[in-house]
């Protein structure tokens, strides 16, 4: 059994408290951390017991590219990193870290490695596999495509839960390729985490793992689901070449849950705090550290329990606002580099290219499904820096003191208002972009999806960047409403979109995304902290735990310490819905016609190559 959360049996007066002179009364107040590890930095956010954030700080992470396509990270850098955002949010905020309750975790869906035999960082990188403590393949590293090639061959039911195909962006291929080029030996004495898990072992030194990464990210089938008895696989990690992790009861995986491992749903309390991590975090032993998440799913938690007024059609009028079953309507999008979308069901939904459905990862018993867009942050980046007046837009922008987003999007106000169109959507109605220059995630899961323009002029000035900007919104929007629809068809019902990230304050774009898609969309309190908040809300829900480790709901928590949000509807403009409804159909014929003449083209060349071959083998 694990030791009990910290809680002082005589508190001393924080520097948080409001002290009556009269009667020297303190009212003592509680708070608890949500770390957030990004692809680029580590956040540390510190809220009261009523949801208010009143900490914030944050360091950026490093990131190794040994070659193209390889990207890796240290947990020691990581953990430094946490360690001084922690220390700094505390001490900026004049908070007594003695009023620290509860730590929750969220990261990257990232590999993290070390040794069974010491608990130390293994290298990643090849061919030594020695000379650094860059023991993390980050989530977004492309080195196991032969092996994710060889993974999905297999056919296996599993595959049933990740979309019907494991993407390369998951950490079992990455696991194989470490098999593959590491030396035997080293390689026998790994031990694997996913980064959050790996964080809460740092914290506790306790092996448990959480369903969410290891369901979303591991090939975990919980028991009972489908049949399936231990969790982990034997037969398809045997077929696969991963027969060695099979060995004593998957022990290097987490083992096995209730034999020798344990796994835990979001917030359920790991242990607490140990000496050593207590002490460079600055903070006392003892405190509740609960199960980590991935951090899309952390944004779930962040948002889709905020208090916003929704009409009739948004919510059930068979149960209460704030009851969880809402939620089943409620779709969260974290919009960042790239965006994910996480919605939740009472029972399985298999939707063809979304990943999914994951049971038990945030809430025991219910099922997650998570799709997702490759670039929409980088998509925009890209598109701005790639055209000739993107120098000129940046330097005006600069010198209106605001960023080019803000800029660009009043350019196009504008130009609107000189053409004296109805809308900004105006603008773009024979502009067509397709946006999938990263690949596609969700809904065709196909990476060798590209991009295409129809409508390109020999417009080199700043109203041309400003109609490639319009139309890359347009795409994000468009592409939202594909996934939607996808996951409404297969037995989802989404209703709404909840979002979070720097995105939300881009008003064109995010009045596009409810038009589009003809649902509100809404806005968080805490637009760049969403994901460190619902982070944190796992750690209250750690402190909550009783002598037998049971917690308060984590839906009664949201609801208690989630914040009010403002809505964006849906244009009230009968034709821009119409004009969008257009543009969405040419939208889907340009995502199709490109399959359509990617094949086309391939049949063509395979009878080609097949000819050159014979030909050859006559010479």
């Given at each position: 059994?694990?030791?009990?959360?910290?809680?002082?049996?005589?508190?001393?007066?924080?520097?948080?408290?409001?002290?009556?002179?009269?009667?020297?009364?303190?009212?003592?107040?509680?708070?608890?951390?949500?770390?957030?590890?990004?692809?680029?930095?580590?956040?540390a956010c510190i809220i009261n017991d009523r949801g208010d954030i009143v900490g914030l700080a944050s360091e950026n992470i490093g990131l190794w590219q040994p070659q193209q396509t390889f990207y890796e990270q240290s947990t020691n850098d990581i953990w430094s990193c946490i360690c001084l955002s922690v220390q700094r949010a505390l001490n900026q905020h004049n908070i007594d870290p003695t009023t620290i309750r509860g730590i929750g975790f969220d990261a990257t869906c990232s590999l993290a490695v070390f040794s069974q035999d010491t608990d130390e960082p293994v290298s990643v990188t090849g061919p030594k596999f020695n000379t650094n403590d860059h023991n993390v393949i980050l989530w977004l590293d492309h080195r196991p495509i032969k092996e994710t090639e060889k993974i999905n061959a297999t056919g296996h039911n599993?595959?049933?839960?990740?979309?019907?195909?494991?993407?390369?962006?998951?950490?079992?291929p990455k696991v194989l390729w470490l098999k593959?080029?590491?030396?035997?030996?080293?390689?026998?004495?790994?031990?694997f985490y996913d980064l959050a898990d790996?964080?809460?072992?740092?914290?506790?030194?306790?092996?448990?793992?959480?369903?969410?990464?290891?369901?979303?990210?591991?090939?975990?089938?919980?028991?009972?689901?489908?049949?399936?008895?231990?969790?982990?696989?034997?037969?398809?990690?045997?077929?696969?070449?991963?027969?060695?992790?099979c060995e004593d009861n998957f022990k290097r995986m987490g083992g096995v849950d209730g034999v020798n491992g344990r796994w835990l749903s979001a917030g359920e309390l790991v242990g607490t705090l140990n000496e050593k991590a207590a002490h460079q975090l600055g903070l006392p032993p003892g405190i509740a550290v609960g199960s980590g998440v991935i951090d899309c799913y952390a944004g779930w938690v962040g948002t889709?329990?905020?208090?916003?007024?929704?009409?009739?059609?948004?919510?059930?009028?068979?149960?209460?606002?704030?009851?969880?079953?809402?939620?089943?309507?409620?779709?969260?999008?974290?919009?960042?580099?790239?965006?994910?979308?996480?919605?939740?069901?009472?029972?399985?939904?298999?939707?063809?290219?979304v990943w999914g459905p994951y049971n038990n990862v945030l809430i025991?018993?219910?099922?997650?499904?998570?799709?997702?867009?490759?670039?929409?942050?980088?998509?925009?980046?890209?598109?701005?820096?790639?055209?000739?007046?993107?120098?000129?837009?940046?330097?005006?922008?600069?010198?209106?003191?605001?960023?080019?987003?803000?800029?660009?999007?009043?350019?196009?106000?504008?130009?609107?208002?000189?053409?004296?169109?109805?809308?900004?959507?105006?603008?773009?109605?024979?502009?067509?972009?397709?946006?999938?220059?990263?690949?596609?995630?969700?809904?065709?899961?196909?990476?060798?999806?590209?991009?295409?323009?129809?409508?390109?002029?020999?417009?080199?000035?700043?109203?041309?960047?400003?109609?490639?900007?319009?139309?890359?919104?347009?795409?994000?929007?468009?592409?939202?409403?594909?996934?939607?629809?996808?996951m409404n068809n297969a037995g989802h019902n989404i209703k709404s979109i909840f979002m979070s990230g720097s995105q939300c304050?881009?008003?064109?774009?995010?009045?596009?995304?409810?038009?589009?898609?003809?649902?509100?969309?809404?806005?968080?309190?805490?637009?760049h902290a969403a994901v460190c908040h619902g982070a944190a809300m796992l750690g209250a829900k750690a402190a909550s735990a009783d002598k037998e480790g049971n917690t308060e709901p984590l839906w009664d928590i949201m609801d208690r310490m989630s914040k009010p949000g403002k809505a964006v509807q849906p244009t009230k403009n009968q034709y821009e819905m119409e004009l969008l409804a257009v543009k969405y159909k040419v939208f889907l014929e340009q995502c199709n016609s490109q399959k359509r003449y990617r094949d086309t083209v391939d049949e063509v060349i395979s009878k080609w190559i097949k000819n050159e071959g014979n030909e050859g083998e006559k010479e």
């Open positions: 059994m694990n030791s009990m959360p910290y809680r002082p049996p005589l508190r001393q007066p924080s520097r948080q408290s409001s002290i009556d002179p009269y009667n020297d009364f303190t009212v003592q107040v509680d708070h608890y951390i949500g770390i957030d590890v990004g692809t680029g930095s580590a956040r599993l595959l049933r839960y990740v979309g019907g195909k494991m993407s390369i962006e998951m950490e079992i593959n080029h590491m030396p035997p030996e080293q390689f026998a004495r790994c031990k790996a964080l809460t072992h740092i914290a506790t030194g306790s092996e448990a793992r959480s369903y969410c990464s290891t369901v979303c990210k591991q090939g975990y089938v919980p028991v009972g689901v489908d049949g399936s008895v231990k969790g982990w696989q034997e037969d398809f990690l045997t077929e696969i070449g991963l027969e060695d992790l889709v329990g905020a208090k916003v007024r929704l009409g009739g059609n948004e919510l059930s009028s068979d149960v209460p606002k704030n009851d969880m079953t809402q939620a089943f309507t409620r779709l969260a999008a974290v919009a960042g580099t790239s965006t994910c979308h996480v919605g939740m069901s009472a029972d399985p939904v298999f939707v063809p290219g025991p018993g219910m099922w997650m499904a998570e799709g997702g867009q490759s670039a929409t942050g980088e998509l925009l980046k890209y598109v701005l820096e790639t055209h000739p007046a993107f120098q000129e837009a940046m330097s005006v922008a600069e010198s209106y003191n605001t960023n080019i987003y803000d800029y660009l999007n009043e350019h196009l106000r504008e130009l609107a208002e000189k053409a004296n169109a109805p809308s900004v959507s105006w603008l773009g109605r024979h502009f067509f972009f397709y946006g999938d220059l990263f690949g596609n995630r969700s809904p065709i899961a196909d990476p060798k999806m590209t991009g295409s323009v129809i409508g390109l002029t020999s417009d080199k000035s700043m109203d041309g960047l400003a109609l490639y900007y319009y139309g890359t919104m347009e795409f994000i929007a468009l592409q939202t409403h594909q996934i939607v629809e996808t304050q881009n008003d064109i774009l995010m009045k596009l995304m409810a038009s589009a898609c003809n649902m509100p969309v809404l806005i968080p309190r805490y637009v």
